[in-house]
Every structure is written in structure tokens, then in C-alpha cells.
């Protein structure tokens, strides 16, 4: 069984920071891409940011220049650093994991429960 804790949301002010943190446990052989989803109230889930194990990343076009991701890939641990955060940033944010599973070499793709992060002064 893999999971993923995420960890840091919370209420910041407008133009604020606030840093996100994901960890992976479980049966784990590797981790291909650890990723940052959001979801705001009456909206579809959307990427937010994803890093790949070799370091390569994508962010959605409105977080560019403000949010960086990285990874510590021996902790199994993916982190969301947001800067200069907006109204909009509002939502629940939720890790994601994909990987293989050591022995039968399966697949695995899970979330984390998710944690709000509110900007709002």
C-alpha cells in the first residue's frame, strides 16, 4: 500500500507565501512523477505543478514565475513553494504520486486527502 500525507496548507494574506510538503510512504520502487493539483470551490481539479525523478517540471500557465516544485527523492517527499499568492490561488490542494511497486513491479497512482490553502486578507 502507497500513500501520500500532504502537509502546510493554511489562511495567508494576499501576496504571501506559503509552502506545501507531500510525503510518500509505503511499498515503493520507484516514484516517476510527484505532482500538485488544486481544486477551487465549483471548479474541476487542474494541475497545478508536476516533477518528474529527473528533475523536470511543468506548471500551469497562471502559477508560472510565483509557485516552484521540488522533490527530495530519497525522503520520497515532493514540495510546493507558492509565492506572491492571489485570491484565485483558494482552493484544496492535493498531491499526487505515480510509480512502481517493488516485487510485482505494478503500477501505483494515488492522492493525498488533500489541504486548503485560503488567501484572503
Known amino acids: 500500500q502507497v500513500q501520500v500525507v500532504e502537509s502546510g496548507g493554511g489562511l495567508v494574506q494576499p501576496g504571501g507565501s506559503l509552502r506545501l510538503s507531500c510525503a510518500a510512504s509505503g511499498r515503493i520502487f520507484s516514484i516517476n512523477t510527484m505532482g500538485w493539483y488544486r481544486q477551487a470551490p465549483g471548479k474541476e481539479r487542474e494541475l497545478v505543478a508536476v516533477?518528474?525523478?529527473?528533475?523536470?517540471?511543468n506548471y500551469v500557465d497562471s502559477v508560472k514565475g510565483r509557485f516552484t516544485i521540488s522533490r527530495d527523492n530519497a525522503k520520497n517527499t515532493v514540495y510546493l513553494q507558492m509565492g506572491s499568492l492571489k485570491a484565485e490561488d483558494t482552493a484544496v490542494y492535493y498531491c499526487?504520486?505515480?510509480?512502481?511497486?517493488?516485487?510485482?513491479?505494478?503500477?501505483?497512482?494515488?492522492w493525498g486527502q488533500g489541504t486548503l490553502v485560503t488567501v484572503s486578507s
Open positions: 516533477i518528474t525523478n529527473a528533475g523536470s517540471t
Open positions: 499526487n504520486a505515480r510509480g512502481i511497486r517493488p516485487g510485482s513491479l505494478t503500477n501505483f497512482d494515488v
